[in-house]
């Protein structure tokens, strides 16, 4: 075992750091105050000097201008990146996307790859991925309804959508669509990719969450799919392949967001410090001093240190064994990482008193934004109960005769 | 012991019950939509039927239009008046009105109480209660840094404040400012009534909490006191009372608070049930029918009802045996309550999965703005730290020779 | 409502708050470490001072010798008797014989009665109740194997049971056995009184419980009932009947334990505070004076508070409006109060740290052998399970059409 | 970075496992039930098997008759020898003597290491650490009262010490004495061998533990020292250095205390899964199929999983760049994997019912065993603090100018 970062992979890790600490952070608070939208200009000028200087892309092939990094190595650039709201943007490297050029990349043909994924990859345009469904368990994929009926050379696409990340300004969604009712459960739906100027594409609404609507790349959009036409070449990968695309786009998918989230529960963390030791709570006596507040200090650094190590382990796995190697750690992540997200964050915000409510800091972003980091991509509960069944029909298993 | 409820506090019960069930639910999707302020007309109108109903101002005593209830009943109507985010503005029972209308009612002078009690108990002016400084820890009020010196017939204000609820429209503040600097802790603050058109009030800003700066009623203000000049007269009790006034206000206010938070925690009780009982999983199988599901709701149940009789056995001690009886008691369940409240909301929402995140119900209003219950009027960890320190040194007292 | 004791109790409780502090503590650590058994002539010494001074039984009728209280009224004595191991022994009130003398009190034959309930409840014999089963989960009455065979004026009984407590030493059991394997699911079980000394009913084992298998009153056995024959007229209550008899025995037994529980916590709260302010962590520091020790003593405290008072709404609740009324309150406390129970536990221990963990005091006693209180009645997951599916239904019924 | 183990490790891991699996868990039982003391002959007869196949003391160096190990592969043995409570006895790696032979090592002469070192290295008598005190506070050294007194060439010892660890039927303790009253306070204390038939050694009583006061190997004694003589030569280390070598020897201590832990949360976690798999709770439904059970199988998974991955990084830190570049990790390791192994020990008896807390199983045994992993070496509450303040110490540095 070795634990130690090769010299390249820290040399390019500083640089990254760097760019976040003294080119984003200054601007953070203006950004974010104003929208992404309206920031659009300052964000594209940002992206261009992260190009400049040969870093964008951390999770692209070289082959479409990428870093070509491993899951790993990755993965230790997503958390740097997630110590701002700011950093997956500016390096190319922000769900939805992320996730939309890979499968692009895999199943893509090449018109698709011309047309969409490397002005995507080239962050010259954006795009939405569109399965969730407002009235139908996301944990139970026979349950969607939207449908994809083919007729003669094309696809019409009937049904509703939400929590479309990013739909709002987007150039295409690839949509999650029933093909086929009577199929077995995990062959029913396809992937289809729809250019949002498509007539029968209708953006309902941004929804409100915490109060916030957002909009452009911070939005998640209400879409109703009415008698939606796209080409049948619009079809990403074969037909009834949806489940196994959409599986395999949120493998990896989850190393990054794990990631993204320790990056948060890293700048969480420095917040908290740096206000234990300027708060002062009498003269002489500091928040830092109180022994509450060192037990947070204590618990915080333990328990995001080992979730940064079983994310770490689960993406070498990945890496060195393949996915499916790592199922049953990539399922522990997800939901142990945003248990530890939400747990620092919340502390954080109680060090800082009435200012930790404020949009003064960061935190309160954090706070309402990854509130649904237990939620999103199936809650936490569900994903205990999938691994806790894996876990132990592997017991039965071995029990039965066939050792480790 | 008695733990049932006499049949006239039954039927008042149930007229308020009925009053927020049939009148306020349907429409505080679109009140709160719109915002207080924007809804002014709507809620005056609700406020005018409230008080036709003879239900207006369950806190309030009966020789300034209230109903004269104990603590013990005001904290059942609390219960209910809380189940919506409008109820106690609607019956004008609302923070921090109701406060500074407890302390204008036993400190004001006859002048004081005309030009500004009685319309505030009708409910025909707003008020603000400025406390909170920004730079100064609220748990030690010797860290106050906001002055008021006298000149001649006048009081001279200057400091900055924030977190002046509802500062926004009111009509004027309660200032809490040192007056002697030098004078033992708690006797160096004295509160000065400031009508909010009196040059050198400036609100700075309504603070923006989790996204939202809010307005009028539904605002948090930062507030400069700059060279603002009242006359003498407008102070509040003695010099020097300004930390005992304070003390007295806060504590019916906890209980307040409390029985307010329990009405929430049954509002999100009630949906997460509902939710439970709803949310199809699959043909024939119910969110309610899976057991971690079950588990948060006998667990929220046990809580809920544990942590209200706390509460109601608070109001009970205060009502039958006075304040000092009951400091602990207070103490205990400010953070308790809070605790619980915290809990009930975040499983609410996560029982809601996508939609609790939303603004589609109103559990994601409900966490965002209550996030604060376990911050103001004290951190939760410096109220337990004193209530341990009075129930240790009572040990140590009896130990030494005291008794019970 | 109204929290206060009338003066008759508080006298009572005076009372036998000062027998349990002043005859009880001095002794409880020899007479624990030499055990029940050895200590029998010093325990029914004690027991014949609180006879004479009229305090024998608190929870038997006043027909058969006792104090005749209401179940609100036991439970605060309950409660009194739990600070010690050798309260409910000393006084008359120990499991399991106060369960069994309220069955033989209810369904006894004027025969039963003479022989078997006068005696146990005068404390010259005791007895035991053999239900639980070492194969089948206790939680599902549908698993029940050990049979009672009827053969004449005979019911032949074969089975195995286990923790049946206190079957070591005593006269008889009362066990539960099925009758008609063909009934529905809680007809199928019979009550039967088994005098230990019947030939076919072997005593196995006292089950070693974390390294103690104890002897007499404090033990737990594992006992086969091999083809022992006893007369039908030992049958308890009908035929078919042991279910619902267990039922009732079981409610009223949980006020008991959640009250003991509570009395427990009180002890050890009371030890967390002596030890805090007792012990010195460097001259002039106490561990009173830690933050984190004053966190414990304030949760601990908010905690036990608000347990005790839903512990007593359940009695209440079942002295005035019967046991049905009362069906989810009982539920609640039971596992809520083992929880808290659990919790305050642990932190006393952990606040006397080595100390805590030896048996040099009786923290180690009550956190080994109430480990059970998860436990036994059934594990607290079970009746979360059945309290939420009961909470879930009422909503579903309500929102049917029903009201309230 | 890389997670994978070296294939000679890997082979030496397969042995030990196979020896723990093959040759002691069936023994496991009697012997646990029969004690330490009473299965001399046969916990013989078992290391010298061991010694048979080369796996002798793990931890030692090949000097001295050990395997040599990095921290990190000892840690990874550790694990496994953890699975059983025999194991590090049997493998010649249990504590205390572990650490003793450490300090002989680093510091003993050459007469010291040839009369206690090398019979103890192989197992041929037995020794004890007497360090923690009754009456001070472990966590501050400046509070120790034992005293040595030089006396010509002598040491005159008088002290009282408690929770000595197999004290009973050791040839000789390692005694931490005050030399200095007037010295700084960490270097008033030096360390002295004391045979145990030196006259005024007496052993005062095998503590109780949780009802067991045990003997032989697995005790915990009480030591008073009454002018106890010893030649100066038996000192061990310079003068003054006792906390310094305390340091040193519980460093690497924690690492094997931690390791040990996490082998007996995979025993636990393989227990609750087997339970879960074979527990049938209605015919066709077993335990493993409810979700609580499900919630823990997955939480448990990764909590015991990422809590070692920060054990394991700790002790490669401490093999790659020293003990002092891992203080901060080895002090979060303490606390938070006690905390795990509570955790996990917990759900695992839930999950058993009645069956988790007799002594059937292993579980009871860990369960008070292991209570005190929380308290010894140091309370967790005190790790925190200590961690937080070096923590809170290197931001404010970092924050003065120091540069990461």
Known sequence: MDFSTPPATTELLAKIRGFVEERLLPREATILGQ??????????????EVKALGLWGPQLPTSIGGLGLSLLDH???????????LGHYVFGAQAPDAGNIEILEKYGTPAQRERWLDPLAAGEIRSCFSMTEPDNAGSNPTLLACAARRDGDEYVIDGRKWFTTAADGAAFAIVMAITDPEAEAHRRATMIIVPTDTPGFRLVRNISIFGHAGGGYDSHAEIAYEGCRVPATNRLGPEGAGFVIAQERLGPGRIHHCMRWLGICR???????????????????????????????????????????LTLHAAWTIDNHGFQAARESVSLIKFHVAEVLGEVLDRAIQAHGALGITDDTVL??????ERGARIYDGP????????????????RRRAAGGGK
Chains 1, 2, 3, 4 share one sequence.
Request: proline share 2%; aromatic share 8%.
């Open 35 to 48: 929208g992404f939208a309206a920031s659009d200009a300052e964000l594209q000028a940002l992206r261009a």
């Open 75 to 85: 993965g230790l650039v997503s958390e740097l990146l997630g110590y701002s709201p």
């Open 267 to 309: 700048r969480a963390f420095d917040m908290l410090c740096a206000r234990a030791n300027a708060r002062e709570l009498a003269p002489g006596e500091r928040l830092a001093d109180k022994q509450i507040i060192q037990a947070w200090v204590a618990e915080c650094r333990a328990r995001i240190d080992a979730a940064r190590l």
């Open 364 to 369: 309160s972003f954090f706070y309402t934004r």
């Open 380 to 395: 936490d509960e569900v994903h205990k109960m999938v691994v806790a069944r894996r876990i132990l029909s592997g017991y």
